[in-house]
């Protein structure tokens, strides 16, 4: 499945609240909340990171019960509305490591995100905060796919 707008990809990551991985303590909308809120603090000059850590997890949404097999739909589902880098970092998130070529530093900052990101109660903000970064993301990159 190819998410085609930023409306669509809000109400996946919406369908998010209440639904919670094995042992996990916050749900999966707290969860994408929470990565992207500790990389924009960690690095609040690369929007395209602060999205694939909002974004990371679509495809648990999209398999669901499937905890390993996430990251190629993940991956996938944004790479349309998002852009390559978004779709890669999205599909290394649960596994990089300092060798994964141009995006491995990028993909260990979301990695590292992803993993600190459980902590029950903590305020990460609201889906709607995120809305107009999401559009000029997918606005940015519908102009470059549109030059090719
Ligand atoms: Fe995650």
Same mark, same amino acid.
């Given at each position: 499945?190819?998410?085609?707008?930023?409306?669509?990809?809000?109400?996946?990551?919406? @369908?998010?609240?209440?639904?919670?991985?094995? !042992? $996990? %303590? /916050?749900?999966? &909308?707290?969860?994408?909340?929470? *990565? +992207?809120?500790?990389?924009?603090?960690?690095?609040?000059?690369?929007?395209?990171?602060?999205?694939?850590?909002?974004?990371?997890?679509?495809?648990?949404?999209?398999?669901?019960?499937?905890?390993?097999?996430?990251?190629?739909?993940? @991956?996938?589902?944004?790479?349309?509305?998002? !852009? $390559? %880098? /978004?779709?890669? &970092?999205?599909?290394?998130?649960? *596994? +990089?490591?300092?060798?994964?070529?141009?995006?491995?530093?990028?993909?260990?900052?979301?990695?590292?995100?992803?993993?600190?990101?459980?902590?029950?109660?903590?305020?990460?903000?609201?889906?709607?905060?995120?809305?107009?970064?999401?559009?000029?993301?997918?606005?940015?990159?519908?102009?470059?796919?549109?030059?090719?």
């Amino acid at each position: 499945m190819e998410l085609r707008g930023v409306d669509e990809l809000m109400d996946l990551l919406r @369908a998010g609240r209440g639904v919670r991985a094995p !042992g $996990d %303590r /916050v749900d999966l &909308l707290a969860h994408s909340l929470q *990565t +992207a809120a500790l990389l924009r603090r960690g690095r609040p000059a690369d929007k395209e990171l602060q999205i694939a850590g909002l974004t990371h997890d679509v495809g648990r949404l999209l398999r669901p019960g499937d905890g390993t097999g996430h990251t190629g739909p993940g @991956a996938h589902a944004v790479r349309t509305l998002l !852009g $390559d %880098r /978004v779709a890669g &970092l999205v599909r290394l998130h649960r *596994t +990089a490591t300092a060798a994964d070529g141009p995006l491995a530093e990028d993909a260990l900052a979301l990695r590292q995100a992803h993993e600190s990101a459980h902590v029950p109660g903590l305020d990460a903000g609201v889906l709607d905060d995120w809305r107009t970064l999401l559009e000029l993301v997918a606005a940015r990159h519908a102009r470059l796919g549109a030059v090719d």
